[in-house]
């Protein structure tokens, strides 16, 4: 039987509602924990990480075992062998292993720069004075409404596209993209970085490329220093390479990393001195576009150098309201207590696991087509109560019911 399972969430910011104010049907919560986007929050909503923030580990690991082995190699030969040579070169590795690891964390940890989704589509006024040539229609869930998928807007003198996100229900800012793995608008969205679990945006870039400069730094300075601990033995080379094997494993270690974190390094300085984002790098040279933004290479690198990092534009901590029109526990608690799968989540978001109308449909029927009969079959519904209650709304069971949930349902 088809039991009422909607979460009719509807969120309304309500910053200095303390949580003792919420009644049965409206709780009040902190943003972060009604959050729709597939982010991790730590610290009470304060640090913001991506859907893959578990990857850091695997990125600590790569970076601090070489590094934590060059230090201590150099703390040996400071107690054996000259510490004039030992002592600066094991205070350069340690503070550059240092910054690394707070580049990475800076660039992991923050909000990279996440749009707000609305609640609901943007007003048909707006639709209607903007400048658009597209004829593709946004599929919106109010029928009257017509809001067109693309609208220009004159960026420096090019027109440029911006798209309406169907999973935020916004008109994409300039430069703006929707990740798909953490599911939000960010900001200037550069790409989504595996390897610190986390979008690279407007927010984040500045600590993105100093995580990746200072990476290629110090595979560079453990490179060079284990050589110098190689020649500065006595005898053949060959010798003081089979007598110190750490330093050889470090080498080859440090010269295949330097080709990824160098290789990537410079490939954002060329992205910076050209003013493009990787996305937008990758789309214009699909498109064979020009790009608007550049500035020329010496103010492109000064438009970096004197950033200023923009404001949140999500409060994460802000106290919520939230409706909760939730009568399956089971699901309900799967939500609240973020244990619901991506799959589910992605469901969802592409309205799978819910009707187009925001009407559940069972398992059995997820994968029909029901977009020509659904209409038929409300009609119905409407004409023989209860015949088929599994496409009737929330709002019309509640009123059918005179806003009692209907018996089958779980309290
Ligand atoms: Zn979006
Ligand atoms: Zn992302």
């Known amino acids: 039987m088809f039991t009422n399972t909607i979460p009719n969430n509807t969120l309304s910011p309500s910053p200095s509602v303390p949580p003792s104010v919420a009644s049965s049907h409206v709780k009040t919560k902190r943003l972060y924990q009604v959050w ?3 982010n991790k929050f730590l610290c009470g909503g304060r640090l913001v990480f991506g859907q893959d923030a578990s990857s850091l580990y695997l990125t600590s690991f790569l970076i601090g075992t070489p590094a934590l082995t060059f230090c201590i190699r150099m703390l040996v030969m400071l107690k054996e062998e000259d510490p004039h ?5 094991l205070i350069g590795g340690a503070v550059l292993t240092i910054l690394d690891f707070i580049f990475l964390f800076m660039t992991s940890s923050r909000d990279p720069g996440i749009i ?17 040539t597209s004829m593709e229609w946004v599929n919106n869930k109010t029928p009257n409404l017509k809001l067109p998928r693309v609208k220009d807007v004159i960026v420096n003198g090019h027109t440029v596209k911006v798209k309406f996100c169907d999973t935020c229900l916004l008109y994409r800012p300039p430069r703006a993209s929707h990740c798909s793995i953490c599911n939000n608008c960010v900001q200037k969205f550069d790409h989504h970085c595996p390897w610190v679990g986390q979008c690279i945006g407007s927010r984040n870039y500045p600590f993105f ?3 990746i400069s200072s990476s290629t730094v110090l595979c560079i ?5 284990s050589w110098v601990n190689l020649l500065r033995r006595e005898g053949r080379l060959l010798a003081a390479m089979s007598h110190d094997v750490l330093s050889v494993t470090l080498i080859v270690y ?3 990393a330097v080709w990824f974190v160098g290789g990537l390094t410079v490939f954002h300085l060329y992205l910076i001195s050209t003013n493009q984002t990787t996305y937008e790098n990758f789309r214009y040279r699909y498109d064979k576009k020009e790009n608007p933004y550049t500035k020329g290479i010496f103010l492109n690198f000064k438009e970096l150098s004197c950033y200023k990092i923009p404001k949140k534009l999500v409060n994460f901590r802000e106290w919520v309201e939230v409706e909760d029109d939730i009568p399956d526990e089971s699901f309900s608690s799967d939500i609240e207590k973020g244990f619901i799968s991506s799959k589910q989540k992605f469901d969802m978001e592409m309205g799978t696991l819910y009707g187009k109308d925001g009407m559940r449909v069972p398992g059995i029927l997820k994968d029909l087509d029901y977009s020509g009969i659904d209409d038929n079959l409300k009609k119905k519904a409407g004409e023989k109560e209860g015949s088929y209650d599994i496409f009737v709304p929330t709002d019309q069971l509640k009123s059918k019911t005179g806003g009692v949930n209907p018996p089958e349902e779980k309290q």
């Open 209 to 211: 490329i100093l995580f």
């Open 221 to 225: 300075y453990v490179f060079a220093f």
């Open 85 to 89: 040579f030992s002592r600066p070169v």
């Open 36 to 38: 729709k986007g597939n």
């Open 116 to 132: 707000p989704r609305n609640d609901k589509p943007p007003e048909s006024d707006e639709a209607s004075d903007m400048n658009t």
């Open 254 to 256: 440090c010269f295949i």
